[in-house]
């Protein structure tokens, strides 16, 4: 795809993001509420103010009761939509490196060895562990004269045509 005709980041990560709505959507929902109970405060402390200080018509205990009971309820909101936004982005986060090691599972080791290192996150770091791995494999093997099936080759000595043969396709299938 040229530069013109390539989706933008938002469209590139929507995948990701719709797939937890919930989380969206009791974050949004809670929020709405914390504010229209923020905007609720001032009617309520006017309320008191007007109603029981200045003119003493009604009674302060019931409406201190609801302010606080107001302010309690707006914190508990303000803490759902902080977890419930938390937890999105941790999900999400998760998803987009849960499918990045999935791609790069499938990619084969040419392509990530001649690939751009813009391309690939840290490409050569993952490349580095993939050689480390497959040096290890190569370690054990050798050490137990395992094949590349995991079954012990008879005792190859090293001027044998059939060791040679078995080293260069162990160095292949490793490097």
């Known amino acids: 795809m040229s530069a013109a005709t390539e989706p933008g980041w938002v469209r590139k990560l929507w995948p990701f993001l719709k797939r937890h709505k919930r989380h969206v959507l009791v974050a949004f929902g809670v929020a709405i509420a914390g504010q229209v109970i923020t905007s609720l405060l001032p009617l309520v402390q006017r309320a008191i103010i007007d109603d029981t200080i200045t003119t003493q018509t009604r009674p302060v205990a019931p409406l201190l009761v609801l302010l606080v009971g107001l302010a309690a309820v707006n914190f508990f909101f303000q803490y759902v939509r902080r977890y419930s936004g938390g937890r999105y982005g941790i999900d999400v986060q998760n998803d987009l490196r849960n499918a990045l090691f999935e791609r790069l599972q499938r990619l084969g080791v040419l392509e990530l060895r001649y690939s751009h290192a813009h391309d690939l996150a840290a490409g050569a770091r993952k490349l580095g562990d993939l050689r480390r791995r497959r040096r290890h494999?190569?370690?054990?093997?050798?050490?137990?004269?395992?094949?590349?099936?995991?079954?012990?080759?008879?005792?190859?000595d090293p001027a044998d045509p059939t060791a040679a043969t078995y080293r260069r396709r162990l160095a292949s299938v490793l490097y």
């Open 137 to 156: 494999v190569m370690g054990l093997r050798q050490r137990h004269r395992l094949d590349d099936h995991g079954r012990a080759p008879a005792d190859l």
